[in-house]
């Protein structure tokens, strides 16, 4: 049998393929594609099933073309000497190939080379791309070379004058239809995107990868079962999508390739809000490949309590849902200690009433002036409790109250994370137009969120290096707007 005979039972009804037409290319240039410039192109456009039109000419490079080059495709300085610059045909050549599936024999040369041109006069050139390498080596498997010469030869393709573009070109396409006609299920199957240097997992169907946003929020990797695998964020979704495709990236993504069938994202915006929803769904989802942040729950915590004398006492202990929820949260007793230490320094707070120390004896802290002899009766509950309270609003972050104002999803909307009492209350979405209001009515686009260590210490992180973002303080009970 005839390697190209038609299949006897095709895979799929011809007419429920997508109808595209097909830009076939080849060039010739001066050397390679760091330093080289093309000097002859070729462009078949074709449907599969024939040939509809095709422009072919010399370039002029504006510099030798090497001697290997030469003698390998007959093109001399000479010839070229005449001949247009690429900016001259560069118009044809985008609509030519607009719209359409570009095709060539090894086409990250072609397109790479096209690519670049076009690059060099500030036109974006983007393309779906499909190489014959690639759908040969698929739809014919296990000849001996898939040059294109050698595959003319032994499959009885004409070709006039090997490494000249309009020649190779028309061999190319001849070879792009029998393919096609035998099984074009695998052509269209193999129709790539312009991403360059990604290995698209072999589950996941490249037309995912095109609707991915570029904007900042989370994205979510799935298995074949839809259960999910990892959870990321970023501020350009699909550049670090693309990233973990890389065929560099970290052997650690191996299992993330192999394995992802589908992906699904959430715009957020906001790079804070991003990292934000990114901690909260780790804890949530606990992905297996995840590693930091999925820690749900943090053991210990900071107890608030009154003694006979009205003093306002803290106690560092385990969480116990009968004691009701702490002041806050932390990962560990160490962690805790020195939180209260730090406050106890800031504050010059009793470490006695803090749960830190028993006095017996004279207070040292006192002696070396880091307290005010509270537990030596030498301050009042009142004027104690002034500072504790002070005290207490930053035993989460050194904030009060305070909304974060950054950018939205769309240019007509602000993200708001909310701040309150050092911890976080959680953040939202509001329209621009919508802003100058009272701020009880701008705090109700507000989502509920848990505070944690995690979220903390990304906020203050956060801060500390963005200065873009607008930070808002205000009143627990405003009476007045605000003009953002």
């Known amino acids: 049998m005839h390697i190209f005979e038609p299949m006897s039972k095709p895979g799929v009804d011809q007419l429920s393929l997508p109808l595209t037409q097909f830009a076939i290319v080849d060039i010739e240039t001066t050397g390679t594609i760091h330093d080289g410039k093309i000097t002859e192109i070729a462009i078949i456009i074709h449907d599969g099933t ?32 005449d001949a247009p610059l690429f900016e001259e045909h560069a118009d044809r050549i985008f609509e030519m190939t607009k719209d359409r599936v570009f095709v060539a024999h090894n086409v990250s040369f072609d397109y790479g080379f096209l690519k670049k041109e076009f690059g060099a006069i500030n036109v974006a050139f983007k393309r779906e791309m499909l190489d014959t390498i690639d759908i040969c080596r698929r739809i ?21 004058s090997h490494h000249r573009a309009l020649d190779d070109t028309a061999a190319t396409a001849t070879l792009f239809q029998r393919l096609f006609q035998k099984d074009p299920t695998t052509v269209f199957s193999r129709i790539k995107p312009d991403m360059p240097d990604v290995r698209i997992p072999p589950n996941l169907p490249a037309s995912e990868l095109e609707n991915i946003p570029t ?28 990233s973990h495709f890389h065929p560099k ?32 769904e780790i804890k949530k989802l606990q992905p297996p490949i995840n590693s930091a942040q999925k820690r749900p729950y943090f053991p210990y915590g900071v107890y608030e309590s009154t003694d006979e004398s009205g003093y306002i006492n803290l106690t560092l202990k385990r969480k116990d849902k009968l004691e009701g929820q702490p002041l806050v949260e932390v990962r560990s007793y160490f962690e805790g200690k020195r939180l209260l230490l730090r406050q106890a320094k800031k504050h010059e707070l009793c470490q006695c009433l803090l749960g830190l120390h028993n006095l017996k004896g004279n207070c040292f802290q006192y002696q070396i002036k880091s307290c005010r002899g509270t537990k030596m009766g030498l301050e009042t509950a009142l004027e104690y409790n002034v500072r504790l309270n002070e005290a207490k609003k930053s035993l989460g972050m050194t904030m009060n109250n305070t909304l974060v104002i950054g950018t939205g999803r ?30 009880e009515l701008v705090l109700e686009h507000i989502r509920s969120q848990n505070d944690n260590p995690d979220t903390r210490k990304i906020i203050q992180n956060y801060l500390s290096k963005n200065k873009r973002d607008k930070v808002l303080e205000y009143k627990k009970s405003p009476d007045q707007g605000r003009d953002f």
């Open 50 to 81: 024939k040939e509809i039109e095709r422009f072919t000419t010399l370039l002029n490079p504006q510099r030798k073309i090497d001697r290997f080059v030469v003698k390998l495709t007959g093109i001399t300085d000479q010839m070229v000497a």
């Open 140 to 160: 014919i498997p296990g000849l001996p070379s898939y040059s294109l010469g050698k595959l003319c030869a032994s499959l009885g393709i004409e070709m006039d």
């Open 215 to 242: 904007g900042a929020g989370v994205y979510y990797f799935y298995d074949g079962d839809d259960e999910i695998l990892y959870v990321g964020k970023s501020i350009n979704i699909k550049k670090r999508v693309l």
């Open 249 to 280: 990236e970290k052997k650690k993504w191996a299992e993330l390739w192999k394995a992802v069938h589908s992906i699904s994202f959430e715009e957020t915006g906001s790079e804070l809000v991003a990292l934000l929803l990114e901690s909260q």
């Open 410 to 439: 769309t240019q007509q909307e602000y993200s708001l994370v909310q701040v309150e009492d050092g911890k976080y209350i959680g953040y939202g979405f509001i329209e621009k137009d919508e802003a100058n209001q009272p701020l």
